[in-house]
């Protein structure tokens, strides 16, 4: 029997050359496979339609060493992210899935940034709330000041959050990067937020479509 041929979009494609711990702890929570490590080297793609995910984990799985951290399939959409202390193997695994497709990794659909806002000092009510929402995550503690972002593309979100990380001392309460859109929120103080938000923005911002050309927002 002759598979069917469907093209593959490559929606998402971002390498994270060291995981941050809270980032790290996130993703395990969710994780079937592998758990990834702080400091791990992490490829997160996204692409269309969500089955292609299986034929792709299988070429990146034989190319290098990585390991599986996530697949996600969904009817639109598939997730597959993968991790490895070796930047190399990583990197290896993410060029076979491209050469696969015959595309380059500035091929992948451009990041929107669809909401971007920092909120000072939240109340009670609202911490407690999102709270409740998030089971996955760090708390947020009433007077805190919250950074929030969605994205389409939905991966995109988790390389935003690895910058923010690394940025500033803030609290990750969310990042969820499945589905149609990937939101983020983050916690601490307002002058940590804001700076969390300046970095996730442009790490963003640093990802082009076209080699050497910078997005617009």
């Not at 990794?105 to 971007?116: A, H, L, T």
Request: charged fraction near 20%.
């Amino acid at each position: 029997m002759n598979p069917i041929v469907t093209p593959i979009e490559l929606r998402t494609y971002v390498f994270m050359d060291s995981l941050q711990p809270q980032l790290a702890s996130y993703m395990g929570t969710a994780s079937m496979g592998f758990l990834p490590i702080p400091g791990d080297s992490c490829l997160w793609i996204e692409v269309a339609p969500g089955m292609a995910v299986h034929r792709l984990s299988d070429i990146a799985l034989k190319a290098s060493n990585v390991r599986l951290t996530l697949q996600i399939v969904e009817r639109a959409y598939g997730s597959m992210v993968f991790n490895h202390r070796d930047q190399s193997d990583v990197l290896e695994a993410g060029n076979k899935v491209l050469q696969h497709l015959n595309t380059h990794e500035y091929d992948r659909q451009k990041c929107v940034i669809m909401w971007d806002e920092v909120i000072p000092s939240i109340t009670a009510d609202h911490a407690t709330l999102i709270n409740r929402d998030n089971r996955k995550g760090s708390m947020i503690m009433p007077g805190q000041s919250i950074f929030i972002m969605e994205t389409e593309p939905a991966g995109y979100i988790v390389y935003a959050a690895n910058e923010a990380e690394k940025a500033a001392n803030i609290t990750l309460v969310e990042a969820r990067a499945v589905g149609a859109y990937g939101r983020l929120i983050m916690a601490g103080k307002e002058a940590d937020v804001h700076e969390a938000a300046r970095a996730a923005t442009d790490a963003l911002k640093r990802l082009t479509c076209n080699k050497g050309q910078a997005e617009d927002f």
